[in-house]
């Protein structure tokens, strides 16, 4: 994440950035500053969305990472695809082993 001054983000630089900006160094030692790098309409998610939302934003745009920000645009972590999948499969299978449960008369956890 890129922030400014007061720490709030105004963007990002990716693997996908750095490459795309390779072809416009010179030499080993590339001058470029963040702000011409960076991509600036940066997809994010709050603290308090849904998992199923996170993951439809990550789907639609095709990312594998999402910064997660305050209501101040202060960066508080980055979710990882995987995590949010992990996530969602974790929630299937205590439902699952729940229904299980309720099947098989045992009494809830």
């Keep these: 994440m890129v922030c400014d ?3 709030r983000m105004t963007g990002v630089i990716s693997k996908t950035d750095v490459v795309g900006r390779i072809s416009h160094c010179t030499g080993c030692s590339c001058t470029m500053a963040a702000a011409d ?11 308090g969305d849904g998992m199923r939302d996170v993951w439809s934003v990550i789907k639609e745009r095709g990312l594998k990472n999402l910064p997660v920000v305050d209501e101040n645009s202060m960066p508080l972590g980055v979710l990882n695809a995987r995590d949010v999948l992990q996530a969602a499969l974790d929630e299937v299978e205590y439902e699952e082993q729940l229904l299980c449960d309720y099947v098989m008369c045992v009494g809830y956890r």
């Design 37 to 47: 790098v960076m991509t600036k309409e940066v997809a994010f998610c709050r603290p």
């Design 5 to 7: 001054d007061s720490g």
